[in-house]
């Protein structure tokens, strides 16, 4: 089974500096998408960016853009110039190929004006 | 464009009660999901219907848990009786396709109280 950590329950960070959320995740398979999702406070979540295991180039969606260390199983997100929008709970998510996705715990970020 | 519509937001019920949720996808969405979410914790899958097929629905507690996406469109999940161990946000989430790659669009939740 696969298994998904997000070591930081709680971070904090000032307007307009950069922060990074971690993840790791534990599965024996080759092929997989790895996802960060973001829930504002009683809103919807949505996607923020994905990544495909067979990819070597990070993603980046504008602001954001991850750490994808395959080898070490990690994929982390990192949040430039961050904005009190950002303010949110972050889930990290794995889905194998051809199987359902498994999230982390979440990491509640808060913005600081 | 509507996105994913849940209803009720909230409910509170008595265990041993029945309670039902409905989820309308976004239009032309033919993948639906069916999450439970605990506090502090991310979602974990109940069940997933493509169109009006029930393709992943290991995770669902079958002997309480039903649910069901008659026309393949909007669709409902049920829990007779409820226990307290059922409090918790279900969340609805479409995508245009089967593909991980589709990007699946959340609805608000269901906040669900057992008393």
């Known amino acids: 089974a696969q298994t998904v950590t997000q070591s930081q329950p709680e971070m904090s960070v000032q307007e307009a500096e950069t922060v990074t959320l971690s993840c790791t995740y534990d599965?024996?398979?080759?092929?997989?998408?790895l996802f960060w999702y973001k829930q504002p406070p009683s809103r919807q979540m949505i996607l923020v960016i994905r990544?495909?295991?067979?990819?070597?180039q990070n993603a980046t969606e504008n602001r954001f853009s991850v750490n994808f260390q395959k080898a070490a199983k990690s994929f982390s997100l990192k949040i430039s110039d961050s904005q009190l929008g950002d303010t949110a709970m972050y889930f990290c998510?794995?889905?194998?190929?051809?199987?359902?996705?498994?999230f982390g715990d979440g990491t509640t970020l808060t913005v600081k004006p | 464009e509507a996105g994913v519509v849940q209803s009720p937001r909230y409910k509170i019920i008595e265990k041993k009660q029945p309670v039902a949720f409905w989820c309308n996808p976004i239009?032309?969405?033919?993948?639906l999901y069916w999450y439970l979410q605990n506090l502090g914790q991310g979602p974990e899958l109940l069940i997933r219907?493509?169109?009006?097929?029930?393709?992943?629905d290991s995770q669902l507690p079958k002997d309480r848990f039903s649910a069901e996406r008659l026309k393949g469109v909007d669709s409902t999940l049920k829990i007779q009786p409820a226990e307290l161990g059922d409090s918790a946000v279900y969340l609805c989430?479409?995508?245009?396709?089967?593909?991980?790659?589709?990007?699946?669009?959340f609805g608000p939740g269901t906040r669900l109280t057992v008393l």
């Open positions: 989430a479409s995508s245009t396709g089967t593909s991980l790659l589709d990007t699946q669009y």
């Open positions: 599965t024996s398979e080759n092929n997989y998408y």
């Open positions: 990544q495909e295991a067979y990819k070597q």
């Open positions: 998510a794995f889905a194998p190929n051809a199987g359902k996705s498994t």
């Open positions: 239009s032309g969405h033919n993948t």
């Open positions: 219907y493509e169109n009006e097929e029930a393709v992943d």
